[in-house]
T-cell receptor
Framework: DAGITQSPRHKVTETGTPVTLRCHQT?????MYWYRQDPGHGLRLIHY???????DKGEVSDGYSVSRSKTEDFLLTLESATSSQTSVYFC???????????FGEGSWLTVV | GQQLNQSPQSMFIQEGEDVSMNCTSS?????WLWYKQDPGEGPVLLIA?????ELTSNGRLTAQFGITRKDSFLNISASIPSDVGIYFC????????????FGTGTRLTIIP
């Protein structure tokens, strides 16, 4: 158990509604990441954070925003959910950029 | 974006057999990682490679960082039922984990 809690674990939402996924860590790690996993694509980085209020875009950041107001929480927001954002979202943490990344258990999001 | 070609996509083997899978890319990478994902869970790191030519073992698992820095392989010896799952390679152009690129996975199934 890497001390990562994702919430909600499962959510069904309607197109056009805002959605926020939360990642909470108890490890005090500096780096936090949000990935999405889709069949045929593996895991793709959405955004990551290298400290409080410090974030950067990943490979598939369009349509997503993030915030990190404290070390332990990293929020992923879909301002207006679309069906193409139906996916499994994984949060990950690492103590530094050169260390092992630990993944959470995932959040299943369905946009109908 | 960067792409990793992971093969095979799936494998059906009998318990006790050895397994080999690989990842290739047209780009040079400085970090190669191998993860395993069980159903409904996040990926778990198996082996990390940081140097071209490096050969690293973790129990029955052995992975190598290709000398050209464009490929890596993972071998599993004497497979057992708990080896079932999806194996992902991941790589980074840097020596950190900020922007990992993941392969599309190899699904390993053990036939009774």
């Amino acid at each position: 158990d890497a001390g990562i809690t994702q919430s909600p674990r499962h959510k069904v939402t309607e197109t056009g509604t805002p959605v926020t996924l939360r990642c909470h860590q108890t490890e005090n790690h500096r780096y936090m990441y949000w990935y999405r996993q889709d069949p045929g694509h593996g895991l793709r980085l959405i955004h990551y954070s290298y400290g409080v209020k410090d974030t950067d875009k990943g490979e598939v950041s369009d349509g997503y925003s993030v915030s990190r107001s404290k070390t332990e929480d990293f929020l992923l927001t879909l301002e207006s959910a679309t069906s193409s954002q139906t996916s499994v979202y994984f949060c990950a943490i690492s103590p530094s950029s050169g260390n092992t990344i630990y993944f959470g258990e995932g959040s299943w999001l369905t946009v109908v | 974006g960067q792409q990793l070609n992971q093969s095979p996509q799936s494998m059906f083997i009998q318990e006790g057999e050895d397994v080999s899978m690989n990842c290739t890319s047209s780009s040079i990478f400085n970090t190669w990682l191998w993860y395993k994902q069980d159903p409904g869970e996040g990926p778990v790191l198996l082996i990390a490679l940081y140097k071209a030519g490096e050969l690293t073992s973790n129990g029955r698992l052995t992975a190598q960082f290709g000398i050209t820095r464009k490929d890596s392989f993972l071998n599993i010896s004497a497979s057992i039922p708990s080896d079932v799952g999806i194996y992902f390679c991941a790589s980074s152009r840097g020596f950190g984990n900020e922007k990992l690129t993941f392969g599309t996975g190899t699904r390993l199934t053990i036939i009774p």
